[in-house]
C-alpha cells in the first residue's frame, strides 16, 4: 500500500473518540466486576452484611443502606443472630452467582456481639462456643424477627448436647470483628441527631440511650465506647449534662435497675427546670425506650443510626478492609479514597 492511500483519521473524529473512551473503560476494570465478561478469571468477591432484622420499615433502612454495595459487587443480607440458614442461604445465592470470596460484616453496634457463633458457623474457628443461639423459623428471618412470639423466639442450647455443623461453602470468608460503635464516623451520627434536636444547649442535657450487655465487663465496654464516641458533642454547645445509659432489655434483673437509673436521670433534669434530649444509639428506631420513658417530658425524633448514609460509608469501609488484609481485589478502595478527598 503506498502512503497515498492511507486515510488519515483525526482524534478528534466522535466515532474513533467514542471507541477509545470504550476501550478505556472496559480496559480499567477491577478483576472483581470484570470476571462476569469471561470465564478466565479465577476470583470473584461478594458480600454479606449480617443484620438483626425486625419490622418491615426497620427491614427496608437496613436494606437501603446495603443497595449500594450492591451496585459495586454481588452482596446478600443474612438476617439473625448468626442464624446458620440465613448464613447458608447467603452463602449458595453468591456462590451461584460465581463468588468464590466472601467478606462478612455485621451490622452489630457491638462486635463482640455472637462473633464466636460466627466465626464457627463460617469455618473460622473449629471449637464451637459453649451455647448456640437458635431461631425456630421457616427460612425467612426477615420477619421471623419481627414476630416476637414464642413460635419464633431464639432459644439457647449447650454446644455439647446440640453439636450444629458449620455451613457449607467452597468460598474464602473474611470476617470483619468490628461493631458500630467502634467508628467514629458512626459516633458523628449521634452528633449530627443531637444538633438537629438541640435548641438551647444552655438549658439541655443529652441522655445516649443503647441496648447493652448481660456481661457487666462488656456492658461496660459500650459504656466506654460510647463515651468516648459522644464526646464532640458539647462542640454543638455548652450543655449541662451528657448521659450514656444502656437499658440491658434482654436481661430482666438488670433492666429494672437500669430503667431506674434511666428515669432518675430524667427527672433530676426536670427538677431543675431542663429539657432532655433522647438519641437511640440503635441501628433503627426508638425501640422500647418510649415506654421506659413513658410520662416523662422529653425530645427526640426517634431515629436511630438509619436512615444514614453514614452507614453505608462504615459497610463500605469494613468490606474494603477485609479485601485488603486477605489481599483480595477491592473495588471499594478508589470509591473510599476520592470520598476521603472531598
Known amino acids: 500500500m503506498r502512503a497515498r492511500d492511507l486515510k488519515i483519521v483525526s482524534i478528534d473524529s466522535p466515532r474513533l473518540r467514542g471507541l477509545l473512551l470504550l476501550l478505556a473503560s472496559i480496559f480499567s476494570l477491577p478483576m472483581s ?3 462476569s465478561m469471561g470465564k478466565d478469571s479465577p476470583n470473584r468477591e461478594g458480600v454479606i452484611v449480617m443484620a438483626h432484622g425486625g419490622t418491615a420499615s426497620w427491614n427496608e433502612a437496613v436494606e437501603a443502606a446495603v443497595d449500594p454495595l450492591s451496585l459495586i459487587v454481588p452482596t446478600e443480607i443474612a438476617y439473625g443472630m448468626a442464624d446458620r440458614q440465613s448464613l447458608q442461604n447467603s452463602v449458595g445465592k453468591l ?4 463468588v468464590n470470596r466472601i467478606a462478612v460484616v455485621r451490622l452489630f453496634v457491638s462486635g463482640d456481639s455472637f462473633l464466636g457463633q460466627t466465626e464457627y458457623f463460617l469455618g473460622l474457628r473449629s471449637d464451637p462456643p459453649p451455647f448456640f443461639l437458635i431461631h425456630k423459623h421457616d427460612g425467612d428471618m426477615a420477619t421471623a424477627f419481627a414476630d416476637r412470639s414464642s413460635q419464633h423466639a431464639p432459644r439457647i442450647v449447650s454446644s455439647l ?11 474464602e470468608i473474611g470476617l470483619s470483628r468490628a461493631g458500630l460503635y467502634d467508628s467514629e464516623e458512626i459516633g458523628r451520627i449521634i452528633v449530627e441527631r443531637v444538633q438537629s434536636l438541640s435548641r438551647d444547649p444552655s438549658k439541655e442535657s443529652v441522655l445516649i440511650l443503647a441496648h447493652g450487655e448481660g456481661e457487666d465487663r462488656l456492658n461496660q465496654r459500650w459504656l466506654h465506647r460510647l463515651e468516648s464516641l459522644t464526646a464532640k458533642i458539647n462542640a454543638i454547645g455548652n450543655f449541662r449534662s451528657i448521659q450514656v445509659e444502656t437499658l440491658r432489655e434482654d436481661w430482666v434483673e438488670k433492666r429494672k435497675i437500669s430503667e431506674k437509673h434511666i428515669r432518675m436521670f430524667v427527672e433530676e433534669v426536670q427538677k431543675d427546670h431542663g429539657e432532655v434530649l433522647v ?18 417530658p422529653y425530645r427526640s425524633d426517634g431515629l436511630g443510626l438509619l436512615p444514614h448514609k453514614g452507614v453505608t460509608r462504615w459497610l463500605e469501609r469494613e468490606v474494603s478492609r477485609v479485601f485488603q488484609n486477605h489481599h483480595w481485589e477491592d473495588p471499594f478502595f478508589s470509591k473510599l479514597e476520592g470520598a476521603d478527598h472531598h
Open 33 to 35: 466486576l470484570g470476571c
Open 95 to 98: 456462590e451461584a452467582k460465581g
Open 161 to 171: 448436647e446440640n453439636l450444629i455443623p458449620p455451613i457449607e461453602t467452597k468460598s
Open 279 to 296: 438519641v437511640p444509639f440503635r441501628v433503627f428506631g426508638f425501640g422500647p425506650y418510649a415506654a421506659v420513658l413513658r410520662n416523662l
